[in-house]
């Protein structure tokens, strides 16, 4: 156990309420938000806009240190280039997310509610997050 | 129909923003859900995985802390197992190999003004509204 198991577990309790709060746990309000032409419903914008007004000045803040609270240096992604696997990557997991509603967090999330639905897809997509880290990215 | 919801959504993300900004400031690591996940499997190229598992520990005990506390967690999940697998392949593989997902790229790569998160961004949602256009209105 260390400083940074316990702040992750923390980060961890408050994102997930977040998802709940906001209403994001549940995959119909998702894609009742990508159905612009049908039950639109504008929430995950709003869900978005205020996560990405406090993560935007709460960055800036942690920033000002030269280092984070728990560990020697900051491991912000380095990559700059928008590349295939990005655009590949990002492309299949659109399909995905508007196939079922569900993205990464809102999944893992709800499935301490043991649905049927949110077992097998945690399931299918733990197989897929693996099998992406064995593909060669071209 | 779903009810739309400005202000607890704006709450919602606002605390999804904050623990962003929480694990940034301790650990100094984007809270990216796909990347966490995928990496709590092995192989393991860090030290990072006790922190990693600590993190979906807390995402997966957030509904239990909240209907202990008396709320309702909203939840409609479809029954056709067989369009939630592929489609759970396809979020788990292609947010994976896309570096990120709502969550990595959506929130924390927006908030660090990162080109590549944008244009992920606006691939992924870009592709999903055509997916749900298709589902909805075309089959």
Known sequence: MNARMVSGFVAGLIFGLGLIISGMADPA????????FGTWDPSLAFVMGAAVIVAGAGYRMAFLSPKPMF???????????VDTPLLGGAALFGLGWGLAGYCPGP???TLALVADGTIVFVLAMVIGLWAARFTPKV | MTEFTPLASS????LIGA????LMATSGRVAGISGIAARVLPPYEDRETGARVAFIAGLVLAPLLYMAAGGTVVQTVSTNFPLLA??????????????????GHGVCGLS??????LVATAVFMGVAF?????TRHAL
Do not use: E, Q, W
């Open chain 1, 29 to 36: 309000k998702v894609l009742n938000f990508l159905d612009v």
């Open chain 1, 71 to 81: 560990d020697d240096a900051f491991h912000v992604p380095l990559a700059k280039a």
């Open chain 1, 107 to 109: 999944a893992l999330t």
């Open chain 2, 11 to 14: 709450l919602g993300g606002a």
């Open chain 2, 19 to 22: 623990a962003a900004v929480l």
């Open chain 2, 86 to 103: 592929i489609a759970g392949l396809l979020v788990g593989f292609g947010s994976a190999y896309g570096g990120g997902c709502t969550s």
């Open chain 2, 112 to 117: 660090r003004l990162s080109k590549r998160s």
């Open chain 2, 130 to 134: 055509v997916m749900v256009l298709i």
